[in-house]
C-alpha cells in the first residue's frame, strides 16, 4: 500500500475511536438513552 492510502486508514481509524469516545461520555452522562455497544480496541478487526 502506498504511505497515502496508509495514513488515510490511520486517519480514519483514529476518527472513529473519537466518535466513539465521545459518544461514551455523552451516554455516560445520561444524554444518550437505551443501549451502547463499543468497538473501542477491536479497529484490528477490519472491514469486508
Known amino acids: 500500500m502506498k504511505k497515502e492510502q496508509l ?4 486517519h480514519q481509524m483514529v ?5 466513539e469516545e465521545r459518544g461514551m461520555e455523552l451516554y ?3 444524554k444518550i438513552g437505551g443501549f ?7 479497529e484490528a478487526l477490519g472491514r469486508d
Request: glycine share 10%; hydrophobic share 45%.
Open 28 to 30: 455516560q452522562a445520561g
Open 7 to 10: 495514513l488515510d486508514m490511520y
Open 36 to 42: 451502547m455497544h463499543l468497538y473501542i480496541g477491536q
Open 15 to 19: 476518527l472513529v475511536r473519537r466518535v
